[in-house]
Nanobody, 129 residues
């Protein structure tokens, strides 16, 4: 059974930092890319970041570039999202998802939620101002 377990969310003050974790099981971890998305109430799901496990290539959304770092640990089948300089606009439910990176241009769609094969449940991040 495929499982993606996101954790690490919580309440943090503006300007603070938080590290989210995504633990994967039930599929060949190294053959996938893992992405983070977020969704705030009344807003569309937004791509935050993605990492291709096999080659370590990373991608970031414009709204978070420079404030987040994505990393992975193949031994633990986990992906991490380190977020800093958080503000109220970062408040959302954060989801991790897995996409199979077919073809060398797969990364052009890293930000498209519909391209992902598996999704985990979300973890709530709330930034207080």
């Amino acid at each position: 059974e495929v499982q993606l377990q996101a954790s690490g969310g919580g309440l943090v003050q503006a300007g603070g930092s938080l590290r989210l974790s995504c633990s994967a099981s039930g599929f060949t971890f190294d053959e996938y890319a893992i992405g983070w998305f977020r969704q705030a109430p009344g807003k569309e799901r937004e791509a935050v970041s993605c990492i291709n496990i096999s080659d370590g290539s990373t991608f970031y959304g414009q709204s978070v570039a420079g404030r987040v770092t994505i990393s992975s640990d193949s031994a633990k089948k986990s992906v991490y999202l380190q977020m800093s300089s958080l503000n109220a606009e970062d408040t959302a439910v954060y989801y991790c998802a897995a996409i199979r990176p077919y073809g060398r241009n797969w990364y052009l769609a890293w930000h498209v939620a519909g391209e992902y094969d598996y999704w985990g449940q979300g973890t709530q991040v709330t930034v207080s101002s």
